[in-house]
């Protein structure tokens, strides 16, 4: 009776371990993700990449996620970095290079469409005046999701914006959110894709309910619509190559730029795309490894030497797989990696 209860105290302080390191970041849609009940949180192992952590469980099933102690410490979140000013970027707008690349989701980030329906209203001038995002219509009170995972830089009232929220993302990007009713999180937040930030409304400079919706990078807006299809709510590229003259505040997105892309592809974007390709073999590795692992639930008179012979290995081996020594004193119930 003991025994088991502190079996279970044991799972659970295991477990707390792996959502400690999920964090806020755990949502993702490309790997693996198993989680039925029973199964339990078993290891963690390192990809080579430090923000990148594989949590693994005893049923073989394994998941990958953002260390957020390290994507937090990441400058992209620090540096003009203003829970206020809706442009902190000091930077001049011909600072931002002429084509340029950004992973909007790679393996462990995700998307959720802010709102999948016709845009009521463009980005570009509008009776003289410049419209900086897309209006989406929406019904007062409907629920607004955060589009991609990040960290919210402000939550306020803001001028004609109204409620206002928005996000930085690890690439850099910023999404706004504007004329909400409510806003349901603070500064300083992070939040996954699809997390509802807010309630759909019309404060600030408004003439009905909608979501105003900007797109901006280092403070400059680009039009939404080259990175989100709203009428089919689906993400327009992963890789989002990005041409200074997107930022000019007439310019709307226009069909087939991309045609010339196989043609001009930068350095840069070949970069990028060899970090992603080791990323998925990193997951792969990890995969292989979790699947050749195996666990042990010490029971009454088991001892290292006893299990090293009982899983053809070694103490040695044993101690190290679980970071204990060969002194140490196993307990009943506890697990132990033996492969
Ligand atoms: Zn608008």
């Known amino acids: 009776m003991a025994l088991g209860t502190l079996a279970l105290s044991v799972m659970a302080q295991e477990n707390r371990e792996a959502d400690s390191l999920r964090h806020h970041f755990g949502r993702q849609q490309v790997a693996p993700v198993s989680r039925q009940p029973g199964t339990q949180y078993a290891d ?3 990809t080579g990449n430090p923000g990148v952590k594989v949590v693994l469980y005893n049923n073989g099933t394994y998941r990958y996620v953002k260390d957020p102690s390290v994507v937090a410490a990441d400058s992209v979140f620090t540096e ?22 950004l992973w909007v989701v790679d393996t462990l980030d995700s998307y959720v469409c802010p709102n999948q329906t016709r845009p009521r209203s463009l980005f570009g001038y509008r009776h003289g005046r410049r419209h900086q995002g897309i209006d989406l219509p929406y019904p007062t009170g409907t629920p607004v999701p955060a589009a991609f995972d990040g960290k919210v830089r402000i939550s306020d009232y803001i001028g004609g914006y109204g409620n206002l929220v928005v996000i930085r993302h690890a690439n850099g990007l910023e999404t706004f959110y504007a004329h909400l009713s409510r806003r349901d999180v603070n500064s300083g937040d992070w939040v996954s894709a699809g997390d509802i ?14 979501l105003h919706f900007e797109t901006r990078y280092k403070g400059a807006a680009f039009d939404p619509s080259w ?40 350095d840069e974007e070949d970069r990028l795309l060899a970090e992603e390709q080791a990323k998925k073999e990193a997951a792969a590795r ?47 119930g506890q697990r132990l990696r033996v492969r």
């Open 227 to 266: 990175l989100i299809d709203f009428e089919t709510g689906t993400l327009r590229h992963r890789l989002f190559k990005i041409r200074g003259w997107y930022f000019n505040p007439n310019q709307r997105y226009v069909q087939n730029v991309d045609d010339e892309d196989e043609i001009f592809r930068t």
């Open 80 to 101: 003009c970095w203003d829970t206020s000013n809706v442009n902190p970027y000091r930077e001049a707008p011909d600072a931002i290079p002429d084509r340029f690349s």
């Open 286 to 332: 990890a995969a292989a490894e979790a699947a050749a692992m195996k666990y042990h639930k010490v029971r009454s008179g088991d001892t290292l030497s006893g299990l090293a012979r009982k899983y053809h290995t070694s103490v040695r081996e044993i101690c190290r797989l679980n970071g204990i020594k060969e002194t140490s004193i196993l307990r009943i």
């Open 197 to 210: 930030i807010g309630l759909g409304g019309s404060t600030g400079r408004s003439t009905g309910p909608h």
């Open 44 to 46: 963690t192992l390192d």
